[in-house]
């Protein structure tokens, strides 16, 4: 995979510079310190996995934005509204959802770990960043994960026009015998709006069947969908595409399930209620709410057996026979694998318009950064 090529435009910035700054940008916000460092791990987990559109793109606009607008608060209390054996039910008070989310699922590990599987269910959370950061604790403590989190409204439902179900990511995570293991990460619309963002800043126009009008055609404008999205006037396709004919009606249904989930469960809020803003226009909280899940492998044929079968199904399919022109069959999570084997060398690749965004939030706070590309 040609990083170099694909962000040819690009500035390389050292992990650890970014992760520092992120971290003092976010206390400056009014973020506990040991909160911070759990969001900017978070945060700096997708760009060490080549997921730009979740890491430190999203410091502003998602975090320090939402703070500065009252919408998100920067210190998060966890309330614990029921515990049970294997099951538990939190509430985030409208806090960091990364801090309440890797609380969630180090008590289902925990949970699993006593009785073979554990469930956490959270609401009045926030984005939590990457679904598969969740997983990934969980395949790191030789449990099954899964994750799922329900978002403002986004996708329109197959037949419809309206932004009326969040990306909601399912999200698996699978221990294997191999350097990684199996994290199936991924939206249940053609693509997430993060991916939408990445393209607005590089400037691109989206490809055909991502987005669909009010007139039930598709657009490509990146720009101004990206306001649209937020006023109702264009919609994400959910995954297989517009109506039947690709399969629509399955990412459509898999959004449903993840959106019941982490609602039903939880006595969470969903759907409209979750576009951010009241009756009036004013701009509100997002209540997200999630599920984490962690299934003990051992409490069945145990860990080291089903490692090696995951491993060995994962090889096989890779070594099935290619398309004409192909020179490689991936399996989830392998390519976020192979960005990390380039990018602990070479750094977090940098766009421009990212670039002020950094340089604008250090002389907000008179930080003493200096950076290469200035």
């Known amino acids: 995979m040609a990083y170099q090529d694909d962000y040819k435009d690009c500035v390389w910035v050292e992990f650890e ?3 520092k700054f992120m971290k003092e940008a976010l206390v400056r916000s009014g973020v506990p310190d040991s909160d911070a460092d759990i969001i900017s791990d978070v945060l700096i987990a ?6 730009d559109s979740h890491g430190i793109g999203r410091l502003k606009p998602i975090y320090i934005d939402r703070i500065d607008a009252g919408i998100l608060n920067p210190e998060t209390k966890i309330d614990i509204v029921k515990d049970d054996k294997t099951a538990a039910v939190l509430d985030g008070n409208n806090g960091m959802g990364h801090v309440v989310s890797k ?10 770990k006593e009785f073979g599987m554990g469930m956490v269910a959270v609401r009045n959370s926030t984005h939590y960043g990457i679904a598969g950061y969740y997983t990934l604790m969980a395949t790191e403590a ?3 994960g899964i994750t799922g989190t329900n978002a ?3 996708i329109a439902p197959t037949f419809g026009v309206e932004n009326m179900l969040g990306t909601n990511p399912l999200t698996f995570g699978l221990p294997t015998d191999e350097e990684f293991p199996f994290i199936l990460d991924c939206a249940t619309s053609v693509s997430q709006r993060g991916k939408i963002e990445v393209y ?29 999205l937020t006023k109702g006037k264009a919609a994400l396709a959910p995954l297989g595409g517009l109506g039947e004919t690709t399969g629509g009606y399955k990412g459509f249904g898999y959004s449903m399930v993840v959106e019941i989930l982490s609602a039903a469960l939880q006595d969470g809020d969903f759907l409209k209620n979750l576009n951010g803003f009241d009756k009036d226009g004013k701009k509100i909280p997002y209540p997200l709410g999630h599920f984490f899940i962690a299934i003990d492998p051992e409490r069945f044929m145990g860990l080291e057996t089903f490692k090696r079968i995951a491993g060995t199904i994962c090889r096989e ?7 004409p022109g192909e020179e490689r069959i991936y399996t989830a999570g392998e390519k976020e694998y192979v960005a990390w084997q380039y990018r602990k060398d070479h750094g977090c690749p940098v766009p421009l318009s990212l670039q002020k965004v950094m340089v604008e939030l ?4 008179d930080m003493d950064y200096t950076f290469d590309f200035e």
């Open 17 to 19: 510079l970014l992760e």
């Open 46 to 51: 997708s760009d060490k996995r080549g997921i």
């Open 103 to 112: 609380k969630a699922m180090e008590i289902a590990i925990d949970k699993a």
């Open 142 to 144: 030789g449990m099954i």
């Open 152 to 154: 403002r409204p986004s």
């Open 200 to 228: 607005g800043r590089s400037g691109k126009e989206l490809p055909a069947g991502w987005v669909i009008g009010n007139d039930g055609k598709t657009r490509t404008d990146t720009k101004q969908i990206l306001v649209d």
């Open 317 to 323: 399919v890779r070594a099935s026979q290619k398309a």
């Open 362 to 365: 250090r002389d907000r706070w």
